[in-house]
C-alpha cells in the first residue's frame, strides 16, 4: 500500500486532498473554510471540482435538527459516515454528476474531504474537520463513507472490532517527516475522540470551540518499545499531570483498569493532597463509550510489567 492521495494524478487536486488531510481534528467556522477550501462558499453537499472526475469533498448540514454524531473511532482510528446522495426535485438522482463523482472515487478509491456541521452555543456555523474518508459502499439509499485509518498508508481494517491487537509496530518503515507528523496526529484525535476528550483518570479536560485543551495521547507501550501508534487499543488520553506521572510509572492500571499508585513514600507523601491517590484501587473513571476502543490487554499487560519492575 502506500498513500492514497499519492494515486490522484492531477497535482492541484491532490494538493487540495492534502490540504484537508491537514486540517483533520479541527473545529473551524464556516468563514474560515470559505477562505481555505475550494468550493465551499458555494456548494453545499458533495463538491466536485470543475473537470474533476472525483469529489473533493462532502459536507453534512445540521439542518436545523440537533444531530451531534460522536463518531467513536474504530481501533484503528477510521470512522464510517452514512451520507445521502443528492436529489433532484427532491428525488435521488443517481446521474447527478456529484453523485457520480462520488461512484468515481469509490471505484478508484480516491479518498474525499468530510467535513460536519457541529453546533456550538453562541458561536457562528462551524464544521468539524472529520478528515480523509474512502467511499466504501452505496446501500441502496446512502453512500457508506469510511474514514482513512491512522496509517492511511495501510487499508481500513476488515473487521476491526474483532481484529486482533497488534500491540508493537513492525520494523519502523521508511517514512517522511510529514507523513509521520500526520500519522502521530491522526492517532492523537483517534485517541481523543475515543475518550471523549476528558482525562481517563480525573475527567478534566477543557473545550475551546470544539477543540479538546490540556489532554494528550498517551502511548502505553511507549513509542521507544516500538509501541504502535497506528491503533487506539495502545493509547489513553490524559491530563497532562497525569500524563506526566504515568510516563514516570508513578502510577499504572491493571486488566480490569483499576488504578495502582508507586509504592514509593515520598512520593505518596508529596501526592497527599493531589487526585491520583484518591483514585487509587478504582477503576479509571472515564474509560472509551465503545468496548473495542478499550485498552489492549496485551498493552496493559506490558505496562504492567515495565512498572513493577521500574521500581514500584
Ligand atoms: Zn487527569
Redesign the pocket.
Known amino acids: 500500500m502506500s498513500d492514497p492521495v499519492s494515486r490522484v494524478q492531477d497535482p492541484a487536486f491532490r494538493k487540495k486532498l492534502e490540504e484537508i488531510r491537514e486540517m483533520m481534528g479541527s473545529w473551524l467556522p464556516s468563514e474560515e473554510l470559505k477562505e481555505k477550501v475550494q468550493g465551499f462558499r458555494t456548494q453545499k453537499g458533495i463538491y466536485k471540482p470543475e473537470g474533476s472526475e472525483y469529489a473533493l469533498w462532502i459536507r453534512h448540514t445540521l439542518k436545523g435538527i440537533y444531530q451531534d454524531q460522536a463518531n467513536p473511532p474504530l481501533p484503528d482510528g477510521s470512522w464510517t459516515y452514512r451520507y445521502s446522495p443528492e436529489s433532484k426535485e427532491g428525488t435521488m438522482d443517481l446521474s447527478l454528476s456529484t453523485n457520480r463523482a462520488l461512484f468515481r472515487s469509490k471505484e478508484e478509491r480516491i479518498p474525499v474531504g468530510v467535513f460536519i456541521e457541529r453546533a456550538l452555543p453562541g458561536r457562528k456555523t462551524t464544521y468539524e474537520v472529520m478528515g480523509l474518508a474512502y467511499v466504501e459502499d452505496f446501500d441502496g439509499t446512502h453512500f457508506i463513507l469510511r474514514g482513512l485509518p491512522i496509517d492511511f498508508q495501510d487499508d481500513p481494517m476488515k473487521d476491526p472490532v474483532k481484529a486482533a491487537f497488534q500491540p508493537f509496530e513492525k520494523e519502523p518503515l521508511p517514512m517522511s517527516l510529514t507523513l509521520r507528523d500526520l500519522r502521530d496526529k491522526g492517532f492523537r484525535t483517534a485517541v481523543s475522540r475515543a475518550y471523549g476528550g476528558k482525562?481517563s483518570?480525573?475527567e478534566?479536560g477543557y473545550t475551546f470551540r470544539g477543540q479538546p485543551i490540556g489532554v494528550e495521547a498517551a502511548h502505553i507501550i511507549p513509542v521507544s518499545d516500538r509501541g504502535t501508534s497506528k491503533d487506539v487499543r495502545n493509547g489513553i488520553l490524559?491530563?497532562k499531570?497525569?500524563h506526566d506521572l504515568f510516563d514516570r510509572f508513578l502510577w499504572a492500571f491493571d486488566e480490569d483498569y483499576r488504578v495502582i499508585v508507586s509504592e514509593d513514600r515520598v512520593f505518596r507523601k508529596s501526592a497527599e493532597n493531589n487526585?491520583i491517590l484518591k483514585a487509587e484501587g478504582s477503576k479509571l473513571s472515564n474509560l472509551p463509550s465503545v468496548d473495542y476502543d478499550l485498552p489492549g490487554s496485551a498493552a496493559v499487560k506490558y505496562r504492567l510489567d515495565k512498572f513493577y519492575s521500574s521500581g514500584n
Open positions: 482525562c483518570l480525573c478534566l490524559l491530563c499531570n497525569h487526585h
